[in-house]
């Protein structure tokens, strides 16, 4: 058992997954609060807002991957433009996925 746990580990480690970095929708809901809700309740910048689907459905389609890339690293499309990281450069890439998960969650 102990040898099994072990070889999981590394393997998780050689591909870069991290059991403890999945997206935590409760976490992202407070991420939110605090910084995503000032461009996502009112659409600023064409940000998709909170809950509407129609607005997130092309962005749905290219994957939580690059939703997340996109929040991480920002990005400029033809709806609109999204600051790394919503200009606050202070939250850890972890607590931005956090942030994508609950938006996400908010149109599924």
Known sequence: MKRTAITLAAGFAMFGIGIAHAADVAKGEEVYKQACFACHDAGVA?????GDKAAWEARLAQGEAILDKHAIEGFT???GSMPPKGG???????????????MISKVK
């Open 88 to 102: 606050r450069t202070d939250l850890s890439d972890q607590a931005v996925k956090d942030a994508v998960a609950y």
């Open 46 to 50: 064409g940000a998709p807002k909170l």
């Open 77 to 79: 499309g033809e709806a």
